[in-house]
């Protein structure tokens, strides 16, 4: 091949290659500048925000992140939001596995009907049911009372949960089964201590997806909670965002710390979330 | 031998089997049958009441009270109305606009968003260096509260001491500052860019997936054959990720139709409606302005958007795809 061309073409390389990493580089920093906007602005003072946007702040001014960490009322957010979270996972995963195992392994009229009926429930999304819904919460009497996110939060997680565990559950050969019933294992014992423990995975990764998807609901807790003691940390950051609407940088202390249970889960569970989000769009 | 309950059996007809089997069953089966359907039966129930209840019931309960007017205290909603809701629906400026700035939201996505994450999705597959970094910052907004994303962008689009403006100011685009959220003509688009910031991360982890799922070959020996790397993109990449593009698309529509979070937080649907979308419209009638009947009235009609688009979509866009979204619903394998 003649020599020229190849450099020719081999700088060109090179060139292109450059410019895409610049362009990377350059949507990252769209990325992370409103992030260290934030963490940055919540060691400043809000006068120094606006007199001093880009450069370091000074004097460091860790109050505003100490006052937070000081304030019962940001732990308490923290604690309703696992407890939500926590609850309404084992409640909508516990429901789904049940569920996706007949789906999965028996054989019954009506079946495919039923699940049909679940999987369509993936077209209702909170808000095309919140009036209704809250209704429904208020006639239960369970306004200001955790069940009433935790329920419609399970509920509204069984079809994807159920899908996904459906499949797995479909995975698992036959001759696993077979084998147990020769064993005397009854229907329950097959789930409960084959099945269930077999499919673990599939159990991590959409119990990653409740616990999120409960952590960020803003519109169901929204209407539930009134009492400022069930409040999640969605809920608390809004609210704290309005008290405290002229003081910008402790808006911003306030909301980097919302979001470090958030980026520190995902941290841990990444393979699961993106396994499961992935999952959840190709399979839901 | 299997107790029929636990046949593990696939799809082979689940209907035509049990009432021939029934017929002339001996009493050991039939006990087994039985057993096999009180274990069906208490397996399944937790999760249908918890459905039926929660999800069904409050579905059917809008279909009705959109029929009354209603301002949502006492039992049941009285004074029938029959379909003047949907009526004044349509002649409500409104909820007009609200779908009018829903279209805007959505053409913006599947032009810009999209696009933008399936160019990042292609420059991560290649190697880089720090690609997994760059692939777990890019997602990480997307892990963030929608309330969360929503305040932090209040402050940074913020008029005075907010990020954008002195950017702009101090690189001498003071011509281009605005009241971002505050602007009429300038908040749809503030809303499109922290949509963008949020959600493209998701729709580049989906790209990603689906670029993985292409056989390295293919790339191989089209560059053999002397193909670029645009021309490998078009022509190989591209068409192999369509099923991926099309649910990417079909989630990004549907998120965009029944968007709430995001807006409330920004601006809750202002200045003077110009940020309002269905759902913040359908939260205002419903629980601000004592409307229930015709904020019900909205979410029926959102909700017949998504059905009537999704139907559409898996008829006519997602059928060429062998497995995706919602396709599942009717090919069972």
Request: hydrophobic share 50%; proline share 6%; net charge positive.
């Amino acid at each position: 091949m003649n020599t020229h061309r190849t450099r020719a073409r081999r700088s060109g390389v090179l060139l292109r290659s450059v410019s895409l990493q610049t362009l990377v580089v350059v949507l990252g920093a769209l990325v992370v500048v409103p992030l260290l906007f934030a963490l940055v602005g919540g060691f400043k003072d809000t006068a120094q925000l606006s007199t001093n946007p880009f450069g370091l702040p000074s004097p460091w001014a860790p109050e505003n992140y100490t006052d937070v960490l000081a304030s019962g009322v940001f732990w308490r957010q923290i604690l309703n939001s696992v407890f939500i979270a926590l609850a309404t996972t084992l409640v909508v995963v516990g429901l789904s596995a049940m569920a996706a195992f007949v789906f999965a392994r028996f054989a019954f009229r009506g079946r495919e009907a039923l699940y049909t009926l679940f999987t369509v429930g993936l077209m209702f999304p909170f808000t095309v049911a919140i009036l209704p819904l809250f209704v429904l919460v208020r006639t239960m009497g369970l306004l200001d009372n955790p069940l009433g996110v935790i329920l419609p939060q399970a509920a509204f997680g069984l079809p994807m949960t159920i899908i996904i565990l459906r499949s797995f559950f479909r995975t698992i050969p036959r001759e696993v089964e077979e084998a147990a019933t020769i064993d005397g294992c009854t229907a329950f014992g097959f789930f409960w201590r084959i099945l269930l423990p077999m499919a673990r995975p599939a159990l991590a990764t959409v119990s990653v997806l409740a616990i999120v998807a409960s952590w960020n609901n803003f519109f169901l807790p929204l209407v539930i909670f009134t009492d400022p003691n069930w409040w999640t940390v969605p809920l608390g950051v809004q609210q704290f965002s309005g008290q405290y609407v002229s003081d910008t940088a402790k808006v911003l202390a306030y909301i980097v710390l919302a979001m470090v249970p958030a980026l520190a889960f995902y941290g841990v569970a990444e393979r699961q979330l993106i396994g499961g989000l992935t999952a959840g769009a190709s399979k839901g | 031998m299997t107790p029929p309950a636990l046949t593990g059996e696939r799809s082979e007809s689940p209907a035509a089997h049990p009432r021939t089997a029934r017929a002339q069953a001996p009493p050991e089966a039939r006990r087994r049958r039985f057993r096999g359907l009180v274990t069906i039966t208490l397996f399944l129930l937790p999760a249908l009441v918890l459905f039926t209840l929660l999800v069904l019931v409050p579905i059917a309960v809008a279909g009705y009270t959109s029929l009354f007017k209603w301002n949502g205290l006492g039992g049941l909603p009285t004074q029938f109305i029959g379909l003047d809701n949907f009526t004044r629906m349509f002649g409500d400026e409104i909820f007009l606009g609200d779908l009018w700035r829903g279209l805007i939201l959505i053409v913006l996505s599947v032009t810009i968003q999209l696009p933008l994450a399936l160019g990042i999705a292609m420059l991560l597959n290649q190697k880089m260096r720090g690609r997994a970094v760059y692939r777990m910052l890019f997602f990480a907004p997307y892990m963030l509260s929608e309330v969360i994303t929503g305040v932090l962008f209040t402050m940074i689009l913020s008029p005075d001491e907010g990020l954008a403006n002195q950017v702009l100011g101090a690189v001498g685009l003071e011509s281009l500052e605005s009241e971002w959220l505050g602007n009429p003509s300038t908040v749809l688009v503030s809303v499109f860019i922290v949509m963008t910031w949020k959600y493209f991360g998701f729709h580049m982890i989906l790209y990603l997936a689906g670029r993985q799922g292409i056989p390295k070959e293919l790339g191989e020996a089209a560059s053999i054959d002397g193909a670029s790397a645009w021309e490998q993109f078009r022509y190989i990449t591209l068409p192999l990720l369509g099923p991926t593009i099309r649910i990417s698309v079909f989630l990004s529509v549907i998120g965009a139709i029944q968007l709430f979070d995001l807006v409330w937080v920004l601006t809750s649907g202002g200045p003077i409606h110009s940020s309002e979308t269905m759902a913040v419209t359908m939260f205002q009638f419903g629980f601000k302005r004592s409307q229930v009947g015709y904020g019900t009235a909205i979410s029926v009609v959102m909700f017949l958007i998504s059905l009537i688009f999704a139907l559409g979509y898996q008829r006519y866009v997602l059928r060429r795809d062998t497995e995706g979204a919602i396709t599942t619903m009717r090919d069972q394998r």
